[in-house]
């Protein structure tokens, strides 16, 4: 994994936005027309959602370096690795459709992408074991990041996650025993444990949706 490429890409993409302000502005249109589900604290509303989007990015790296050691450590690395390469990809080699972004908003679109591909890994995982690879919580995060990049262009970001995962996960790779292995390994205290230190990022941040009856997500 090259994910000091990726942290040094969100540097420069930090500095960028420090110099320009772009998402800052692009954010502050966005507020009079977020979905009515997402949830802001009264005060400071631009300034929660940059850091939001700002700590989406951020995550990535970090997400993809404890997968690929989980996947490493339950013997199934062979199984995963493409998976986060291309996550990582997305990063590095943006797919055509990212044309004409740049800075934050264009590691937005691709934060996004990373972060739905390990959300469709771990539904795999859940229905084959019944446990996710990763117990990372960033559901609502994504859901949020969906309204924030636009349905539309959301929307077609999704399908080229189901793509990627179509071509690299099927049937035969859960049936393999270094997977079955793993299933013992899932409900381990030491595994819930490595895993504590993925909360829920949109909690994290203060940012939530009405749907989850108001509490601070």
Do not use: C
């Not at 404890?66 to 997305?90: C, H, R, S, T, W």
């Not at 035969?172 to 504590?196: G, I, N």
């Amino acid at each position: 994994m090259n994910t000091a490429a990726l942290r040094e890409q969100i540097k420069r993409a930090q500095e960028h936005e420090a110099a320009t302000g772009q998402l800052l502005r692009q954010l502050e249109s966005q507020l009079p027309h977020l979905h009515p589900t997402i949830h802001l604290p009264d005060v400071d509303g631009r300034g929660v959602l940059t850091r939001f989007v700002s700590a989406y990015i951020d995550q990535v790296p970090d997400l993809l370096d404890a997968a690929y050691n989980v996947a490493q450590e339950a013997g199934i690395e062979d199984q995963i690795k493409p998976v986060l390469k291309i996550a990582e990809q997305f990063f590095l080699a943006p797919p055509a459709i990212m044309a004409g972004h740049h800075g934050l908003e264009s590691l937005l679109d691709e934060a996004y992408l990373a972060h739905r591909l390990v959300e469709e890994v771990n539904d795999l995982y859940i229905m084959h074991l019944g446990r996710p690879l990763i117990q990372s919580d960033t559901t609502v995060a994504s859901v949020i990041a969906h309204n924030l990049i636009g349905e539309v262009f959301a929307n077609q970001l999704d399908e080229a996650v189901h793509h990627a995962v179509d071509e690299l996960l099927n049937e035969e790779s859960f049936s393999l025993e270094s997977v079955e292995a793993y299933r013992e390994r899932l409900s381990s205290p030491d595994t819930e444990a490595a895993w504590k230190r993925w909360p829920s990022l949109s909690r994290q941040l203060g940012v939530g949706l009405e749907m989850e009856n108001n509490i601070g997500l």
